[in-house]
C-alpha cells in the first residue's frame, strides 16, 4: 500500500496527534473511522456543525430513555 501526502496545519497536526494519542498514523485511522461513521448515520459536509448535536449513552446508564 502506498502513503498519502497532504498538507496539514499545525494545529490540524496536533488534533490528529492527540486523536491518536501522539501517533500520527492511529489519529488518522480514528479519524477515517468516525468520518465512515458519522457519514453512514447521514452526516453530511454540508451540514453545518454548529447545529448538530451528539449524545452519548453508557451502558451503565440507569435512565437510558430519560
Keep these: 500500500m502506498q ?3 497532504f498538507k496539514l ?3 490540524e497536526r496536533h ?9 500520527y498514523a492511529e489519529g488518522v485511522r480514528i ?5 465512515a461513521h458519522f ?3 447521514g452526516l453530511t459536509t454540508e451540514m453545518d456543525l454548529k ?3 451528539l449524545v452519548t ?3 451503565t ?3 437510558p430513555n430519560e
Design 39 to 41: 457519514y453512514n448515520l
Design 57 to 59: 449513552v453508557s451502558t
Design 51 to 53: 447545529h448538530i448535536g
Design 15 to 23: 488534533i490528529i496527534k492527540t486523536i491518536g494519542k501522539g501517533n
Design 31 to 35: 479519524c477515517i473511522m468516525w468520518g
Design 3 to 5: 502513503g498519502h501526502l
Design 9 to 11: 496545519t499545525e494545529s
Design 61 to 63: 446508564d440507569n435512565y
